[in-house]
């Protein structure tokens, strides 16, 4: 379900957040997880497609938490 899929994704970051304060983390993921994670920290876009903020093959992305 994706409200349950979208509250996991919000305790990995409050966990990574709070372990790894002082640490840059390097998190690998599908393209499905890390476009649902960039809307978490970007935020949506306004179409509401969260598929525009994926990433192509072997693409690296950097988000500041």
Known sequence: HPRVRRQRQMC???DIKEKYSDKKVLVVA???VISVLSCILEGMPEDGNFETRGIKNGELKEFEI
């Open 12 to 14: 990995i970051r409050a």
């Open 30 to 32: 599908h393209n499905g």
